[in-house]
């Protein structure tokens, strides 16, 4: 799991260099060409990206945008430069500009290999369009886009889990935003039907459908009612890892905007953060908020960044969330991992007060630490 997230989050960036690897090998001069130029815009992207996001630079952002058009402007220039393209404009706070910019990719190169998935563009590209869309506050255009996806799974392979995401997502659409408690619920149930699929994605299964079901819950009977019953299940230290695959799939890891960046700037944590920070302050999508608190608290805690782990993980604990258990968990962790065991041992017994499913989770997590000291 570790390894996982530590991919989403520092070396989750298949680099543009790798395009240009593979050009270098091509005998016909004019491809290598092509290759090249698109290379080099790319790299000058990246830079452009860097320096704008780090001190606000007015003429780098007009530089972003002209990068990115003429990205798009190149004869050939391939799914990845639409979907980086696209996230230029999502920084740049253009989502109209954004959203139809996945849409041409969606209609230019809809079956082939959407960046950072085994998912096709026509799955992918959507899924962008139904994030940019809810954060932008379309929500009709979100709905539009989450119900295209539904139409679009027959035949796919590995379908189960981006069932699950698109009703959760159109739960809270309708529910928060449209006041349609009744269509919400309906959406939850039919998660509820999925069937498991086999190996690994049964993880990322069993938790979807523990969250379908604390939400409708919440819906039908109240959040009290809800926390009462949420009870911790085998995969629950695992949640990072399915919050993690969810925004990566929406578009919010930097992928593979991340590819086109170099330097001694760390351009993984300047673009990371921007998007994820964006998730985080955007009251209007309680999911994605819940999901990206989680995976970046959960990655300040790899890096040892204890202070900013903790602000998110409390934050998180805090909220009324599926995961906010969870990120109570990962909280009492961030204090062991300081010698800080009075306050961890407080932070459990927290979780154990507020989450009576979770006494066993805290039962064993409390033992581990004893076998661990033990050693």
Known sequence: ???????IFAGLVILAGSSFAAATNQSDPNNREKRLQKHRIKEALGEKVISWLSDAN???????????DSLLALKEPGVWSYFIAAQVAILREKPDKAISIVEDVISKYPDERGPGTIFPVRVVGWFWIGTIARHSGDMVKAKSAYETILASLQGLERKEGLMMICNLYLAEIESLHLRRNDLALTRLEAIAQVKKPTGHWGTQYEMYKGWAA????????GKTQAIQELVA???TMAAPLVAAFQLSLSGMTGEPLLGCSSG????????IDTFINQAIENPACPIDRSIARLVYGFD??????????????????QEDSYFSPVAGLYLAGCKKAQDKTAEADSVLEQVRAKY????????ELKESWNKSKNN
């Open 300 to 317: 300040q805690k790899y890096k040892k960044n204890f202070a900013n782990a903790e602000k998110h993980l409390s934050a998180l604990f």
């Open 356 to 363: 009576p499913g979770y006494d066993s989770a805290v039962t």
């Open 1 to 7: 799991m570790r390894t996982y997230i530590k991919l």
């Open 214 to 221: 604390y939400q409708h819950t919440k819906i039908a009977r």
């Open 58 to 68: 007015d003429s780098a952002a007009a530089e972003c945008d002209r990068l990115a």
């Open 264 to 271: 001694p700037n760390t351009p993984t944590n300047i673009i």
């Open 233 to 235: 299940r085998p995969e």
